[in-house]
């Protein structure tokens, strides 16, 4: 049986370039190119705030005149359709585009329809060949939680927590238990529970638990926020995301940061540290070890991931 293969399109901010190589590493297990990555996995195309589109691959050709052949014995079962022609290697104005829609959408048995299509085709040249199959766009769900009732100016840009979130939990995110043990005001709780990832949240100030309480309970998601101090919590987890505390005005001591690495490996197998400086020597020395590392970038501040296990 022949392995299924799928193209992401995705697009990133170049502040947010290191971050988005690091989750789709996670997601897609494949190397990217500009805006493009050819996969073997399927992911939801809503789980990632990068990707964009996601072309499953049922047929390709060297030429279109080949192509056009096998689209000729496809069975829409009466439904209608529309062809988007993506970016690819080579390319093309968005006369072209049109026309490549055009002459594919021609050599399919069945009826356009451009505005409300029940089935959507995406069509590339990619690596020389023409791929042709079902295509679905990223409705960009995660949007909506950009608007909470309760933020803060140093919380995690929600993009970013979405993103962090795939890069703990990974492709198969089913069945995981998560935990964020410094929680603030929930933008990770919101994001994991938003894609169905199992997660609960701590923190040991209370008005930021009853902040992340309140945005939980906006979008229709369980409370699962308590107020606890994480080098005090117990059980275990499959990972965790810890969002080192910091104030701009002063630095955590060196031995309360070791405390919280420490209290995190006790908790998690694996976990995203996120930090406003390097941490490798206190992450080695809290008995984690670096799998992988991105920095993501906001005018003059950065925030340091660093995937560890």
Same mark, same amino acid.
């Given at each position: ?137 990223? #409705?960009?769900?995660? !949007?909506? @939680?950009?608007?909470? *009732?309760?933020?803060?100016?140093? &919380?995690?840009? $929600?993009?970013? /927590? ?49 902040? #992340?309480?309140?945005? !939980?309970? @906006?979008?229709?998601? *369980?409370?699962?926020?308590?107020? &606890?101090?994480? $080098?005090?919590? /117990? ?75």
């Amino acid at each position: 049986m022949k392995q299924r293969a799928y193209v992401y399109a995705y697009a990133r901010h170049e502040d947010e370039a290191e971050l988005c190589a690091l989750e789709l590493r996670t997601l897609l297990d494949a190397p990217l190119r500009e805006g493009l990555a050819l996969s073997s996995h399927k992911v939801e195309t809503d789980r990632s705030p990068f990707v964009k589109r996601r072309l499953e691959i049922a047929c390709e050709a060297d030429t279109l005149e080949g192509l056009g052949q096998e689209l000729g014995s496809l069975a829409l079962d009466g439904r209608t359709f529309k062809v988007l022609s993506m970016a690819g290697d080579e390319p093309y104005t968005y006369e072209e585009h049109r026309a490549l829609e055009r002459a594919v959408g021609a050599a399919i048995v069945g009826r356009a329809d451009m505005r409300t299509p029940e089935l959507t085709f995406g069509l590339i040249r990619l690596d020389g060949r023409w791929r042709f199959g079902p295509c679905e766009d990223n #409705a960009a769900l995660w !949007l909506k @939680h950009q608007s909470k *009732p309760q933020n803060y100016s140093t &919380a995690l840009p $929600t993009r970013v /927590a979405r993103a962090l979130v795939n890069t703990a939990a990974g492709r198969e995110a089913a069945g995981l238990r998560l935990v964020d043990p410094c929680c603030g005001m929930g933008t990770v709780l919101v994001e994991a529970m938003s894609m169905g990832i199992d997660i609960e949240g701590f923190d040991l100030n209370p008005l930021a638990v009853r902040g #992340a309480r309140i945005n !939980l309970r @906006h979008f229709g998601m *369980p409370e699962r926020a308590a107020i &606890a101090d994480m $080098t005090k919590l /117990a059980g275990h987890y499959d990972a965790a995301l810890l969002d080192m505390p910091y104030n701009l005005c002063s630095v955590l001591p060196e031995a309360e940061r070791l405390a919280l690495l420490g209290s995190a490996r006790r908790l998690a197998e694996r976990a995203v540290i996120i930090s406003t400086e390097r941490l490798d020597r206190e992450l080695v020395q809290a008995g984690w070890t670096i799998a992988d590392q991105a920095c993501v970038r906001k005018g003059s501040f950065t925030r340091y991931a660093t995937v560890v296990e």
